[in-house]
T-cell receptor, first 115, second 118 residues
Framework: EAGVAQSPRYKIIEKRQSVAFWCNPI?????LYWYQQILGQGPKLLIQ????????DSQLPKDRFSAERLKGVDSTLKIQPAKLEDSAVYLC?????????????FGPGTRLTVL | AQKVTQAQTEISVVEKEDVTLDCVYE???????LFWYKQPPSGELVFLIR??????QNEISGRYSWNFQKSTSSFNFTITASQVVDSAVYFC???????????????FGTGTKLQVIP
């Protein structure tokens, strides 16, 4: 069974530029998560989708971050414009559904460096 | 509000030593789930174990064991006879229903970096 795919794996940009990340979850997984992981910290939830609807985006900086999950499968996360403090690893995860007992399956992450 | 505390930032042990990683959580819910994930240097978090709030039985899986104590809100993880391959960052996580209900809300701890020295 294929795991969660993410691309690109690494990205280096200048501040004020734009960047987009792509995620393909495990087939059949209804719930998709985007996390931001700053070095030395735990994953912080940015946005959570159930199929193609948003169920939690309370910690998403909406003035610069946006995300979509068209057709309830793939998802993209965009930052526009990027700031220095956005340097982090962006993790995508998926789970079968929204039940509390479901474990999450993580992708390898995208390491973003903002210069 | 839910919270997960992993007070140990980094631990170093010599190979074959036993090591315990601590996790303390806070929640107002009576039904919740606790998880441990491993993040090796490659970066991909891997699920290790899940525990529900009604099951306080300890669990053993090979060299790994977990001790869940509801009275102290702790869910500790012990690795017996540690190996170099155990070197990773370990995260404890708490899962419960979101404030609006109807969806899973997961909070991760800050992680404990374990280094096993050969």
């Amino acid at each position: 069974e294929a795991g969660v795919a993410q691309s690109p794996r690494y990205k280096i940009i200048e501040k004020r530029q734009s960047v987009a990340f792509w995620c393909n979850p495990i087939s059949g997984h209804a719930t998709l998560y985007w996390y931001q992981q700053i070095l030395g910290q735990g994953p912080k939830l940015l946005i959570q989708f159930q199929n193609n609807g948003v169920v939690d985006d309370s910690q998403l900086p909406k003035d610069r971050f946006s995300a979509e999950r068209l057709k309830g499968v793939d998802s993209t996360l965009k930052i526009q414009p990027a700031k220095l403090e956005d340097s982090a690893v962006y993790l995508c995860a998926s789970s079968l559904n929204q039940r509390s007992y479901n474990e999450q399956f993580f992708g390898p992450g995208t390491r973003l460096t903002v210069l | 509000a839910q919270k997960v505390t992993q007070a140990q930032t980094e631990i170093s042990v010599v190979e074959k030593e036993d090591v315990t990683l601590d996790c303390v959580y806070e929640t107002r819910d009576t039904t919740y789930y606790l998880f441990w994930y491993k993040q090796p240097p490659s970066g991909e978090l891997v699920f290790l174990i899940r525990r529900n709030s009604f099951d306080e039985q300890n669990e053993i899986s090979g060299r790994y064991s977990w001790n869940f104590q509801k009275s102290t809100s702790s869910f500790n993880f012990t690795i017996t006879a540690s190996q170099v391959v155990d070197s990773a960052v370990y995260f404890c996580a708490l899962s419960e229903w979101g404030n609006s209900g109807g969806y899973q809300k997961v909070t991760f701890g800050t992680g404990t970096k374990l280094q096993v020295i050969p």
